[in-house]
């Protein structure tokens, strides 16, 4: 694994931990207090939390997935993009892979996925796991593939060994329990 494939899974799993932690310590008495000072806005104002608020926060919000890889349990996260929660309803998901340009193994989902409102494209890196529009497959690099493109959406990642990647015929996606 590289550095940089080491920083940013141990930077996914520090962002799940604090919204996990942020959602774990919220209770209906914060929901009331952010209710009561948007009341207290003046008129016609924008309460402080819309304006700063990221559109389509949901979108970075971490899925963790149980992924079987020929019969080998790994760790793996989805990212929030509606792709990635499309594919979320056809689980529990199981497909054969096959070998595409010695970088990721390929496999078609049973129907094609949802490409509105997508990320911005990102090169895939090791270990992702991604949706390529065009041709409607899943895609699951076990080397960085090339510069990013609008037609490659990221769906999440797959913390296995380049190894394993590179050897895998078969996939199990199922919803974390």
Known sequence: MTAFSLLRALT?????????????CSDDSSAEQ?????SSSAPGSTPASASTSPTGSDRSTPMDIRVTIDGEPVDATLN????????ATLFPLTLD????HGTERVADPPRNLTTENAPEPQAPETGDLTYYAPWGNLALFYNDGPSASSDLLVLGHIDADADLLSGADRITIEAAS
């Open 80 to 87: 929030g993009s509606p792709a990635a929660r499309d594919l």
């Open 12 to 24: 996914a799993a520090a962002t799940g931990v604090l919204l996990l932690a942020a959602t774990a």
């Open 97 to 100: 892979l096959k070998d595409f």
């Open 34 to 38: 952010a209710t009561a000072s948007d």
